[in-house]
């Protein structure tokens, strides 16, 4: 899973990390938040197609999935790319898919909006386990990305969906957190609150400094341009048993690319 990909450094970041990555760690199956790829914020249809080309086999996103109109096109006709599943049902697109990876096997992969300081959507945890019992139908490796902004929400998600899900994996902060785990007891759910972002470290979440610093200080309103130097990949691994689904690993990825 790799972490929100910020504009073109971070759409580099994929290009460049994923060869590497699938040959040194024997990776069938990737995903990718893809929500801010296009200049920091939203996806076109071009680079829909570019991240898939690079090896993403589904990309998930978030509460900025529709700062591109064309998006609404890709949602209609391409399954790979999810929107929040607890946006209401008559939102374009979906909020889960069912893939199968280079190794044969089906993965399952959702993605909810947090409520917590965001939109309030409907509730993520009930859609969440709605979907879990209708993947489970065709698969038991199941990963979900919940895309929220408050750890609380995103830890809690992990301990609600435990037992449950091969992986909850949080996004959206764009810091890569220390916690990764697979949760206790015999229940084996791979849990991060959050994989963290691929784009350029030497910024404020991708942004430029020195355009984001003015905001914080004098409460203007400023333009903020994604950043370009210290370009990192940042992600986890997991494996998964793909008969029971249970995690048996997780761990952090950091990949410096320039």
């Known amino acids: 899973m790799i972490g929100d990909i910020v504009g073109e450094p971070g759409r ?11 040959g040194r760690e024997q990776i069938d199956f990737v995903i990718a938040n893809a929500e801010n790829s296009a200049g920091g914020s939203g996806i076109t249809a071009k680079i829909y197609k570019e991240l898939i080309n690079y090896g993403v086999d589904v990309l998930t996103s978030g509460d900025h999935i529709f700062k591109k109109k064309e998006v609404v096109e890709i949602l209609k006709f391409h399954e790979r790319l999810i929107r929040p599943a607890n946006y209401p049902d008559e939102v374009v697109g979906s ?42 139908q065709e698969t038991n490796i199941i990963i979900v990305d919940i895309h929220a902004e408050a750890t609380s929400e995103k830890v809690a998600m ?59 200080l004098n409460h203007t309103p400023m333009r903020f341009d994604v950043a370009e130097k210290n370009v990192q990949l940042q992600g986890v691994i997991i494996e998964v048993d793909p008969a029971s689904g249970k995690a048996k690993l997780i761990k952090r990825v950091k990949e410096v690319i320039t």
């Open 12 to 22: 580099q970041a994929v290009s460049k990390g994923i060869a590497a990555l699938k």
């Open 95 to 136: 909020g889960y898919v069912v893939v199968k990876a280079l190794s044969g096997e089906k993965v399952g992969v959702i993605n909810v909006n947090g409520r917590v300081f965001m939109e309030p959507l409907d509730c993520p945890f009930r859609k969440a386990q709605e979907l879990v019992k209708k993947i489970k």
């Open 158 to 216: 992990g301990w609600y969906l435990n037992g449950q899900v091969s992986a909850v994996l949080g996004t959206h902060t764009h810091v890569q957190t220390a916690d990764e785990r697979i949760l206790p007891e015999t229940d084996h759910t791979a849990y991060i609150t959050d994989v963290g972002m691929s784009g350029p470290i030497d910024s404020v979440i991708g942004r430029k400094v020195e355009q984001v610093l003015p905001r914080f």
